[in-house]
């Protein structure tokens, strides 16, 4: 079954330095993978995806997330944190064998920047 | 319009009353979803329709939920009976095509905050 890992529940990171929000993943063929953050009382919004060619994916608000096959991981990265930054990530995967109709989300990670 | 677009954005209501809650995809998106979300349990997919097809009623936790979606654009998530457990937030979203299984990127709107009282 396809599913998806956010190993860590919280991430604190001071302001200026890189930030890394983990994900692994396991689903049967080729995946596709999102990412998404949530601000305090608001819906999901996207950040970015993978769905083939480059390993390095870059998105909105200076994200960027490597896809890694062998270690079926797709780790979200910023050179440079912001405390505007501080929010809920969500990674979720679709595609594969297991059916293409829903995305499977990981339980998030709540990124806290400290100024 | 320019998101989707759901209402009620917030809904307090009386345990076993029941419920509609409302989801107005972006324009031009044929596949739309009801997620739920709450406390301690992550995002939970509920139900997807794509186009004219049956929709994938797969999440659904129980037989008091239902969703139809009409014209193939609005569609409404009903939850009779309501219970204290259903209290969470419900995010419709829409996406392009045959949604993110082809790559599509699936765009969600601000949920309906629901709580059972």
């Known amino acids: 079954a396809q599913s998806v890992a956010q190993p860590e529940d919280q991430v604190n990171v001071a302001e200026g330095n890189p930030l890394t929000v983990k994900c692994t993943y396991s689903?049967?063929?080729?995946?596709?993978l999102f990412w998404y953050v949530q601000y305090p009382n608001r819906g999901l919004q996207f950040l970015l995806k993978?769905?083939?060619?480059?390993?390095l994916v870059k998105g909105s608000y200076g994200f960027e997330a490597e896809f890694n096959k062998s270690q079926t991981s797709f780790h979200l990265k910023k050179p440079s944190a912001l405390v505007s930054d501080s929010a809920l990530y969500f990674c979720?995967?679709?595609?594969?064998?297991?059916?293409?109709?829903?995305?499977?989300f990981g339980a998030g990670t709540r990124l806290a920047v400290h100024p | 319009g320019a998101g989707v677009s759901q209402s009620p954005s917030n809904k307090v209501t009386e345990k076993g009353k029941d419920v509609e809650l409302r989801c107005d995809p972006i324009?031009?998106?044929?596949?739309l979803y009801w997620y739920r979300q709450s406390l301690g349990q992550g995002l939970e997919f509920l139900i997807y329709?794509?186009?004219?097809?049956?929709?994938?009623k797969s999440g659904l936790p129980s037989d008091r939920f239902s969703a139809e979606r009409t014209g193939g654009s609005v569609s409404t998530l009903t939850i009779q009976r309501t219970q204290q457990e259903d209290s969470a937030v419900y995010l419709c979203?829409?996406?392009?095509?045959?949604?993110?299984?082809?790559?599509?990127?699936?765009?969600f709107g601000e949920g309906s905050w629901l709580t059972v009282v």
């Open positions: 993978y769905i083939t060619g480059d390993n």
């Open positions: 689903v049967s063929g080729n995946p596709y």
């Open positions: 979720a995967v679709n595609g594969g064998t297991g059916g293409y109709n829903k995305l499977i």
């Open positions: 979203a829409s996406s392009l095509g045959r949604g993110s299984g082809s790559g599509n990127t699936i765009y």
């Open positions: 324009s031009g998106h044929t596949a």
């Open positions: 329709f794509q186009g004219n097809s049956a929709p994938d």
